[in-house]
Nanobody
Framework: QVQLVESGGGLVQAGGSLRLSCVASGRTLSGDNLAWFRQAPGKEREYVGRASGSGQNIFYKDSVKGRFTISRDNARNAVYLQMNSLKPEDTAVYYC??????????????WGQGTQVTVSS
């Protein structure tokens, strides 16, 4: 059984930075997409970005391009989300997800429990 464990969330002022980590166990995910999604209270889950199995193809939601960076380390079965220049509208619970395709959260088979990111204005 695949388990994803997230860490790194917290409270930060606008303009600050956070780095989220997601470490997987159960099987290697080197052949699978690893993605980040987020969900704010009362809003639908939205795509943030993803990395292909090789880590060579990385895609982002337009609103985070230039601010967020996704990387992965297949030796550690991990994916990271570096978030810079954070804005209040980035406030959400952030989830990592594995073994899906594209930007559709409904296709991903494995999910972390989520980590809260709160950006104060």
């Amino acid at each position: 059984q695949v388990q994803l464990v997230e860490s790194g969330g917290g409270l930060v002022q606008a303009g600050g930075s956070l780095r989220l980590s997601c470490v997987a166990s159960g099987r290697t995910l080197s052949g699978d997409n690893l993605a980040w999604f987020r969900q704010a209270p009362g809003k639908e889950r939205e795509y943030v970005g993803r990395a292909s199995g090789s880590g060579q193809n990385i895609f982002y939601k337009d609103s985070v391009k230039g601010r967020f960076t996704i990387s992965r380390d297949n030796a550690r079965n991990a994916v990271y989300l570096q978030m810079n220049s954070l804005k209040p509208e980035d406030t959400a619970v952030y989830y990592c997800a594995a073994a899906g395709f594209g930007d559709n959260w409904r296709t991903y088979n494995y999910w972390g429990q989520g980590t809260q990111v709160t950006v104060s204005s």
